[in-house]
């Protein structure tokens, strides 16, 4: 369970940077005034929030 455990941190991990990058693109995009980027980039947030996270499944069973 280790190996699984490590994968699902890692996959976590990356996760949360690709959210954590595209917030910062969000945050670029409104002080440079482009709502239009905004707008696309809080979505593409909204799609990743919505891919399916194996680790609170992990979490869940514990």
Same mark, same amino acid.
């Given at each position: 369970?280790? %190996?699984?455990?490590?994968?699902?941190?890692?996959?976590? !991990?990356?996760?949360?940077?690709?959210?954590? *990058? %595209?917030?910062?693109? %969000? *945050?670029? $995009?409104?002080?440079?005034?482009? *709502? %239009? !980027?905004?707008?696309?980039? /809080?979505?593409?947030?909204?799609? /990743?929030? $919505?891919?399916?996270?194996?680790? *609170?499944?992990?979490?869940?069973?514990?």
């Amino acid at each position: 369970m280790d %190996v699984i455990r490590a994968i699902d941190e890692a996959t976590r !991990a990356e996760h949360e940077r690709w959210v954590a *990058e %595209v917030q910062g693109w %969000v *945050e670029a $995009a409104r002080e440079r005034g482009d *709502e %239009v !980027a905004v707008r696309r980039y /809080l979505s593409q947030i909204d799609r /990743l929030e $919505a891919i399916p996270k194996p680790w *609170e499944n992990q979490q869940r069973a514990a």
